[in-house]
């Protein structure tokens, strides 16, 4: 099986769920164009594998592109594992791993729902090396530095 990129989300706030779009605009040392994560520090984009997501469909959890407030949601491949430093290229954007999950101050709506979130253990951070257009269905390759 090829990793893909099945969505692409966006938000214009922080602390919200990501909308879904046709395309994201990723700028080089910035994130993506309209995100509200995008600048200059270590977390530009986020990005969450579905495998991951549907162990909290399982739970009773509906969720969706996106309600986790991930940037990318990828199929096939096991993000949350990956080293520090690891880089994916998705088309011409190249991103490089910085933070794998991260700490909850509150707890979300999943959590309340499911008793679990899966973003503090699975979600991965990135920071752009290159910049580029992702769109749903692109391959997504990992490669070392």
Known sequence: MTASVLNVCISETKGVQKKPVQAVNVIEGFGIEGDAHGGDWHRQVSLLAD????KMRHLGAEVGPGDFAENLLTRGIDLHVLPIGSQIRVGD??????????????RCAIYKVAGNCIMPTHGIFCKVLRGGTITPGMPIEVTSK
């Not at 495998?51 to 549907?54: G, I, V």
């Not at 954007?93 to 509150?106: D, F, N």
């Open 51 to 54: 495998e991951s997501a549907e």
């Open 93 to 106: 954007v190249l991103l490089e791993v910085t933070q794998i999950g991260k700490e909850c101050h509150t």
